[in-house]
């Protein structure tokens, strides 16, 4: 029988990457972003798939209630659950809207989180469900000049740590993904192009790979990158308040 994975910012960067990686195994697909027309382009791309469009800003309070009734009222029940979508901002909290960082917090933590909920009665009849969560490097360290996306980022982590401890015994596998910087739309709307972090990005198709394969091998932590992964151990050890300070500096234009 054919699966099913939902894959949330699916219409471009490492959403969209996912997409290609579930379509070529044969997957049928539920894909959500705010950019409709992308969107049925994706669908018009594989059809030999079941693609199923649900134009959606996720940034919405009642947006997850919204997609849970298009679902039911079409059927769709899902074996894989990408949380994919999310953005970030760069400035200091105080410069940035209030606005705009409510939003980020829903998008980031709230939207993601609800989403979960509603979908685990589906992947645990799967038997074989698995969730992917895409947090950030972001999540090891306190993070100066993006303090809200920083935050979110390490509920992401913490949060599917714990899932995945919890749902252990349900057959029900909980992978984080932690890329640092990337090449995707990303950095252009947090502001971060020029960036020190940015200088040297991985390719979103490397890092999706990745996350993929990671997946599917019911990891649960996996860091892109060796530089990356380097920067995560050593923030563990390092005081909070130095590694508040690298994580100001590396966010410096270069």
Do not use: W
């Not at 990408?82 to 400035?91: C, D, E, K, Q, R």
């Not at 040297?200 to 599917?216: C, I």
């Not at 019911?218 to 994580?247: D, E, H, S």
């Amino acid at each position: 029988m054919t699966k099913t994975a939902i894959i949330t910012g699916a219409s471009s960067g490492l959403g969209l990457e996912f997409v290609k990686l579930f379509a070529k195994d044969g997957y049928n697909l539920v894909v959500i972003a705010r950019n409709e027309e992308k969107l049925l382009e994706i669908k018009q791309s594989y059809p030999n798939i079941t693609v199923t469009v649900i134009p959606k800003d996720l940034s919405k309070p009642n947006a997850i209630n919204e997609v849970i009734q298009e679902m039911n009222a079409q059927n769709i029940k899902v074996d894989v659950l990408v949380n994919n979508a999310g953005f970030g901002l760069l400035g200091s909290f105080e410069s940035l809207s209030i606005e705009q960082q409510l939003n980020m917090i829903q998008l980031n933590v709230s939207s993601l989180t609800e989403l979960t909920y509603r979908l685990l009665p589906d992947l645990r009849m799967s038997k074989s469900g698995k969730i992917l969560n895409v947090a950030s490097t972001a999540a090891f360290q306190p993070g100066p000049n993006m303090a809200v996306y920083y935050a979110t980022k390490a509920f992401v982590l913490s949060f599917s740590e714990a899932l995945a401890e919890e749902l252990i015994d349900d057959a029900i596998t909980v992978t984080t993904l932690c890329p640092g910087a990337t090449k995707t739309n990303f950095s252009s709307v947090a502001n971060v192009e020029n960036t020190i972090m940015f200088s040297n990005a991985m390719s979103s198709e490397v890092v999706a790979e990745q996350g993929y394969h990671s997946l599917m091998q019911g990891k649960r932590v996996v860091i892109t990158g060796g530089f990356n992964k380097i920067g995560a151990m050593a923030a563990k050890f390092l005081p909070r308040k130095t590694a508040a300070k690298i994580a100001k500096l590396v966010m410096k234009e270069n």
